[in-house]
């Protein structure tokens, strides 16, 4: 029996061999496959990926590069065996042992930086590109944290996750936002995911995985920390201090320290800065626009949002130091108008947009825009803040138009204002050539009506939103008489007001008519169009020429008499629908009183009223 057991150990030892052979050649088949010789291509081989890279440095040879096939071990058995398992003990880390030559280091430079800015421009800086605190942001190299990151473990870790997370926030940038970063074209950002988190696993650099959200790449080697050193990856900066919610004496406190680390991060990580805001900042923001006064040089953008005492002297020095920016804004935060009108006749001949919060030192600031100090200003927007001041904004029309002629975006939201009078025989105003987009909504009472409206928009053939939600006052007649031909958004809602005071309009089929081949958003809720009158506007939809589809994707119809014959009709002649809100329209069945979003819903809803006995009628 011996002599035929051992025949058969010997018969599976070949075959496992033929079998690794097999294995073997395919391995090289592939990869001569994917990376041939002379092609100027190379692979880098991980635990369950490769990647194909150009000979952009020297590499090592193609024996080297592949990661060695071992045979499986059969297990052993017995009690002698798990001893000499448990026996041996895993080798400790050592300080003095450098880097390991894995393929992260081998990985060029610019393709980090190339993937590191598709990362960041999905998702921000922070936290995969690192956090920094007092002591890493004082200059320290980065061996020297290593080291003390493995000898202390997971302590360190979990300290400055918790601290660093509450003094630095970074954002995403803005959609529309290009970054000066290189791109690459059809990347898969899964696939970089998983490279990116399989390389930081490979370093154990970060011992808890539950207190760390997500992987700091400026930890995982040299290679990775230059990389994310780079100032090309740091366009994009929100800085909040944390809100301690007691007395002042925390918060000065906690913006001290944040300061303190921004006196490093600063000069060394945002020489590239271009959008930056800071929120909740009470006493050191003229410290912190100091530092970006130095060395952020190209800023665009600058938001500040809840802060206070910022001076004149602050943002002057700001307009004379960053030559290129052009938006300032000012939402919710308490800064005096002499301040806003001395940045603004530094700065003004370049300023392109300006968000304000109405006060009662917003007249002040509009004079200086009457006074045609911003002639480039595209995007104008004043909005109420926490406490809504009841003193009406009267704003003269015609002096906006003259001194504001590239005017392409102009909000006035939730704001009591009336327009100033023009005397009699006083000639029309320019208009705004340019303006693109109208937002005039609010919920309190709203002076606006077809006099005013022709007043904003004689001139304005390149309208392309027009949001008037609670301007009661705005009729069907007067919207038709507009010049613009090709609007895409329009929005007539009347919220929060009660029946009496919504009375039944007629001529909505005017509006769908001049519109119904551009318009992609329609808002009638609230609205009191008889149930004839909608039945004929939105037929509108049904009869295009051509073949072509409507253009169609948003509907609002909430409180409105739409019967179901004319919703269904509508559904099935805009096969692009994907939002139809049916909220309290009192004409249609009981459970279909809902809003619809994405097309397996609106397509559901158009199902239950064919199947409804009160789609017939």
């Known amino acids: 029996m011996a002599p035929a057991s051992s025949g058969r150990v010997r018969r599976r030892a070949r075959g496992s061999k033929r079998a690794d052979a097999r294995a073997r050649s395919a391995e090289d088949w592939w990869w001569d496959r994917l990376a041939p010789r002379g092609s100027g291509y190379h692979l880098q081989q991980a635990d369950s990926m ?16 592949r990661a060695p096939r071992r045979a499986p071990r059969p297990p052993t058995r017995g009690p002698t065996a798990a001893a000499k398992h448990r026996a041996k003990p895993r080798p400790e880390p050592s300080p003095d042992q450098g880097p390991d030559s894995g393929w992260g280091d081998r990985i060029p430079l610019e393709v980090l930086v190339h993937i590191f800015g598709l990362l960041v421009a999905a998702h921000g800086p922070m936290p995969f590109l690192g956090r920094y605190t007092n002591s890493a942001c004082r ?38 936002f290009k970054t ?24 154990k650099v970060m011992h808890s995985q539950r207190t760390v959200s997500s992987p700091r790449a400026a930890r995982v080697c040299r290679r990775w920390h230059e990389a994310t050193s780079h100032p090309a990856l740091w366009h994009t900066v929100t800085l909040s201090p944390p809100l301690v919610g007691r007395a002042a004496k925390g918060n000065l406190k906690a913006e001290k320290k944040l300061l ?33 006064s130095k060395f952020c040089p190209r800023l665009t953008f600058l938001k500040l949002s809840d802060c206070h005492n910022v001076t004149a002297d602050t943002l002057v020095m ?25 940045f603004l006749e530094e700065a003004g001949s370049r300023m392109r947009k300006l968000w304000l919060t109405y006060s009662s030192q917003t007249t002040a600031i509009l004079g200086a825009l009457l006074g045609s100090c911003c002639p480039q200003l595209q995007v104008l927007e004043v909005s109420t803040g926490m406490n809504c001041n009841s003193t009406p904004l009267q704003l003269p029309v015609e002096a906006l138009q003259k001194g504001c002629p590239r005017l392409q975006v102009l909000r006035l939201l939730n704001l009591i204002w009336l327009p100033k ?8 105003g320019p208009g705004f050539p340019s303006l693109e987009e109208l937002c005039l909504a609010g919920s309190t009472c709203n002076f606006v009506s077809n006099e005013v409206l022709g007043r904003l928009l004689h001139c304005s053939p390149k309208l392309r939103l027009l949001d008037l939600r609670g301007c009661a006052r705005i009729t069907p007649t007067g919207l038709c008489d507009l010049p613009c031909q090709e609007l895409e958004q329009l929005y007539l809602g009347l919220y929060g007001m009660s029946d009496g005071l919504t009375l039944a309009k007629k001529g909505s089929p005017l509006l769908t008519q001049k519109w119904y081949h551009t318009l992609r958003e329609l808002d009638f809720s609230g609205q009191g169009f008889s149930e004839k009158d909608l039945e004929q506007a939105l037929a509108v939809f049904s009869g295009t020429s051509g073949g072509l589809h409507p253009a169609l994707c948003s509907l609002n119809l909430r409180g409105t008499r739409v019967t179901p014959s004319t919703v269904s009709s509508v559904i099935s002649s805009c096969p692009g629908l994907l939002y139809l809100n049916l909220e309290s329209c009192r004409c249609l069945p009981r459970g279909l009183k809902r809003a619809y979003r994405g097309l397996e819903e609106v397509q559901w809803c158009l199902e239950q009223l064919l199947t409804s006995p009160l789609a017939s009628r």
């Open 260 to 292: 303190a680390s921004l006196e490093w991060l600063i000069p060394n990580r945002f020489s590239q800065l271009q959008r930056l805001t800071l929120i909740h900042w009470k006493s050191q923001v003229h410290p912190v626009l100091e530092l970006v």
């Open 139 to 176: 200059g320290m190299d980065w061996r020297t944290e290593q080291v003390e990151l493995q000898g202390r473990g997971q302590s360190i870790s979990t300290g400055i996750h918790e601290c660093s997370s509450t003094y630095l926030h970074l954002e995403p940038p803005k959609p529309g």
């Open 180 to 203: 000066t970063a290189p791109q690459v074209a059809g990347a898969d950002m899964p696939l970089l995911r998983h490279l990116l988190y399989c390389r930081h696993r490979s370093r």
């Open 318 to 342: 700001l307009a004379k130091a960053c030559c290129q920016l052009h938006s300032l804004d000012l939402h919710h935060s308490m800064v005096e108008s002499t301040a806003v009108v001395s």
């Open 50 to 65: 490769l990647l194909v890279l150009p000979d952009l440095e020297n590499t090592r040879a193609r024996a080297h590069r």
């Open 421 to 428: 009078p023009c005397g009699r025989g006083v000639p029309q």
